[in-house]
């Protein structure tokens, strides 16, 4: 059974077909992708798409993505999950997204010690990986505000428009963090 968390303000849920508006919302929207490293998605189609295999993702354990709400409105602000989950290897790494007008209010940061208390408590990871566009200073302030400690920096990792990006290398490690 998908695992449903909560926190003071939100709740981290199961995506479903009906989210399918909101996630083509999210991830076409420039202001979202700019750091995120994929295409903007174009169908509802598409979308129902990768939602069933995101279902499928977490039932081979190998992903898991939550959809985040704001407590009281079944509408979604944004995503936070694991990829590259590897029980064998006790890692994964965590991204998360949300809309624009939900940013600087804490809400990604409150999302995201949810999903790695889940991922140290729950799934037993040891290590929780990040990797972020350099240009991306919001995301490595919420990084390092929840603990995770800057590793390096991989050189032109990532395509984006055409162009290549550089990236940093976040961890969080199991006995780095009182969970």
Known sequence: MFPELETKRLILRKIVEEDAPEILSCFSDGDVLRYYGQKPLETI??????????????????????GVQLKGNEKLIGTVG????????????VSYAL????????????????AISYGFNE??????GAIVFTQNSGSSALLSKVG?????????YMYQGGISFDTYVYSLLRGEVKI
Do not use: C, M
Not at 148 to 156: D, M, N
């Open 123 to 128: 799934l037993q990871l040891n290590r929780i």
């Open 45 to 66: 189609d598409q979308v129902k798409e990768i939602i069933k295999n995101f279902s499928k993702g977490y039932e081979e354990k190998q992903l898991i993505k939550w």
């Open 82 to 93: 694991f990829q590259e989950w590897s029980s064998e290897h006790k890692k994964a790494n």
């Open 148 to 156: 995770f400690k800057k590793e390096g920096t991989l050189r032109e």
């Open 99 to 114: 809309f624009p007008e939900y940013w600087n209010k804490g809400y990604a940061t409150e999302a995201v010690y949810e």
